[in-house]
């Protein structure tokens, strides 16, 4: 959400002298990514977007990331592509810190899509499904089933009560549904899984990037779909909206058609998804100082969302 | 130093087609400028940067800051033009908050400067004083020598001592002097009076912008240079660098001639920049959390510089 490390301008100067994109001209730290710094830079060839990796993403994982930016892109997904250094490398080292250049994309985060928007994201994301099909690299999902538990035990019931009394057994009760009902033998592929508005660029109703990848990993195809429709198709004041999510289900069947099972998962799968969102949520509430520089997210929107998908099941995906 | 309004793409878009600048394309939150909202901006005719005033700039002050960068820009001083909207108007309200769109500038800022680019800082503060001659308003510097008597009575002793116990004695010493011997007769003018290097932006050894005009006051010219001097002409462990400060003097004095009464005033003018630091920043490192969004800077920074003025009296302006 900020720029946390300061970079001097004979630092960026050398930095962006590394590439074959012109002479730096213009360097601006943005309030943009989860964890990273971010600049946006301008040469003299064009702009681009300079991100430096904190702590939370492992330099193990940047091949992965950066090297799906490049397989997308060239297969016509809007994702930015990675810059490579003079000597071909996706990412350098600056003060101990890793750093990758990135192509920048024009457009702007909604907040709250029209459905022609909602239908726009879903054909987008279907696309990257397929466009990721000849990936040839996996990453194991480190943010799935097994991840929800650990988060929700290091909350402990009393914060998790702390929060609101009505989380901890709802918590526990969902995990133990959903251990016992995940389906595992759906299509698997590259999935973003973290697909919030915030990381989708709109030109009006076209979809002009897809950005942070840094939550990417190889998971059920219908799962990123599940994600994406918890993330985009409710109300400020939480209330389900069945015409946007009408709109991301069908622009996501036009480009990649779900199969019955998929469709019959899907329910389970939102419930998945928001408790997903609930389990990192409760756990940077609990453990981030109220006047942070991190703005925390309410867990609760994600557990009223969780609580609709029990309710409405397969109605939800109509 | 952050985006502290979050505004939707909505408001955004709606913004930018109340001005003559196309559509909008791109919105990136940059963490800039003291205590404003700043976005980058890109329409499909160019970039400006969007700036809502949060509490500590006074809506009154709008027409004086934002007048007078059309004034320098139209002189010729690299200075960003504000961009008027349809009707004519230098700013706008957004959500009980005023608003401007003024011009996108390149270059960047520089930590420590050369002497070449120190020369071109002189000379483009030079020619601010002199561009600024028929600029018609007048506005208080509501940061001289009273300002400073505040903050420190705010500060109180005890405060001051926690921060450095020589404080105090040199606080009410160095206020008593200045307050005796602070020169009236001086040649006024508009000054910036904030001209930090982060406020300078530089392609090179040329001065590509002079931004961030929400201290300039009609105040003593050379009281100016003295703020511009003890911003620039000391090294990161605190000592002068004594070359910075020839060429910084010596470019402005290219462009606009300095009195011999003038020259005889700098060391005490100098002591009352270093003053003048000293008190916000004393000020606020004792009002500000110390997790707070904001970076204070330290106060003995500017203990250290007064110190070196004192000693070095006219030598540091050979």
Same mark, same amino acid.
């Given at each position: 959400?900020?720029?946390?490390?300061? *970079? /001097?301008?004979?630092?960026?100067?050398?930095?962006?002298?590394?590439?074959? !994109?012109?002479?730096?001209?213009?360097?601006?730290?943005?309030?943009?990514?989860? /964890?990273?710094?971010?600049?946006?830079?301008?040469?003299?060839?064009?702009?681009?977007?300079?991100?430096?990796?904190?702590?939370? @993403?492992?330099?193990?994982?940047?091949? +992965?990331?950066?090297?799906?930016?490049?397989?997308?892109?060239?297969? #016509? /997904?809007?994702?930015?592509?990675?810059?490579?250094?003079?000597? #071909?490398?996706?990412?350098?080292?600056?003060?101990?810190?890793? !750093? %990758? *250049?990135?192509?920048?994309?024009?457009?702007?985060?909604?907040? +709250?899509?029209?459905?022609?928007?909602?239908? =726009?994201?879903?054909?987008?994301?279907?696309?990257?499904?397929?466009?990721?099909?000849?990936?040839?690299?996996?990453?194991?999902?480190?943010?799935?089933?097994?991840?929800?538990?650990?988060?929700?035990?290091?909350?402990?019931?009393?914060?998790?009560?702390?929060?609101?009394? =009505?989380?901890?057994?709802?918590?526990?009760?969902?995990? $133990?549904?959903?251990?016992?009902?995940?389906?595992?033998?759906?299509?698997?592929? @590259?999935?973003?899984?973290?697909?919030?508005?915030?990381?989708? *660029?709109?030109?009006?109703?076209?979809? /002009?990037?897809?950005?942070?990848?840094? &939550?990417?990993?190889?998971?059920?195809? $219908?799962?990123?779909?599940? !994600?994406?429709?918890? $993330?985009?198709? +409710?109300?400020?004041? #939480?209330?389900?909206?069945?015409?946007?999510?009408? %709109?991301?289900?069908? #622009?996501?069947?036009?480009?990649?058609?779900?199969?019955?099972?998929?469709?019959?998962?899907?329910?389970?799968?939102?419930?998945?998804?928001?408790?997903?969102?609930?389990?990192?949520?409760?756990?940077?509430?609990?453990?981030?100082?109220?006047?942070?520089?991190?703005?925390?997210?309410?867990?609760?929107?994600?557990?009223?969302? *969780? %609580? &609709?998908?029990?309710?409405?099941?397969? =109605?939800?995906?109509?």
């Amino acid at each position: 959400m900020a720029v946390y490390t300061p *970079l /001097s301008a004979a630092e960026l100067g050398a930095l962006i002298d590394a590439y074959d !994109v012109g002479q730096l001209v213009s360097a601006k730290g943005i309030a943009e990514g989860v /964890s990273n710094s971010n600049w946006l830079v301008e040469t003299t060839t064009g702009r681009f977007i300079l991100t430096m990796y904190e702590a939370r @993403v492992a330099v193990a994982d940047l091949p +992965f990331f950066l090297g799906l930016l490049d397989h997308l892109a060239a297969r #016509g /997904s809007p994702v930015p592509r990675t810059i490579h250094d003079r000597q #071909g490398a996706a990412y350098r080292m600056v003060g101990g810190k890793s !750093v %990758a *250049l990135i192509q920048f994309l024009p457009g702007l985060s909604v907040d +709250f899509a029209s459905p022609a928007q909602a239908r =726009a994201v879903g054909e987008a994301l279907a696309g990257l499904h397929r466009n990721a099909a000849d990936f040839p690299h996996t990453r194991a999902n480190t943010m799935a089933l097994p991840a929800w538990r650990e988060l929700f035990e290091g909350c402990s019931e009393e914060g998790l009560a702390s929060i609101d009394p =009505a989380l901890p057994p709802m918590v526990s009760e969902e995990l $133990a549904v959903l251990g016992e009902q995940w389906p595992a033998a759906l299509p698997r592929s @590259v999935i973003h899984a973290d697909l919030f508005p915030d990381n989708v *660029l709109l030109l009006g109703e076209r979809v /002009s990037g897809l950005i942070d990848f840094y &939550f990417a990993c190889t998971d059920l195809a $219908a799962y990123d779909l599940a !994600v994406t429709h918890s $993330a985009w198709c +409710f109300a400020r004041d #939480g209330d389900f909206r069945p015409e946007v999510a009408a %709109a991301l289900m069908e #622009g996501y069947a036009a480009a990649r058609p779900l199969s019955e099972e998929e469709r019959t998962a899907l329910p389970i799968l939102a419930r998945g998804a928001a408790l997903r969102f609930m389990a990192t949520r409760s756990y940077d509430w609990l453990h981030t100082p109220a006047d942070a520089l991190v703005t925390r997210k309410d867990p609760l929107e994600f557990a009223q969302r *969780l %609580a &609709f998908y029990r309710e409405a099941g397969a =109605a939800a995906f109509a």
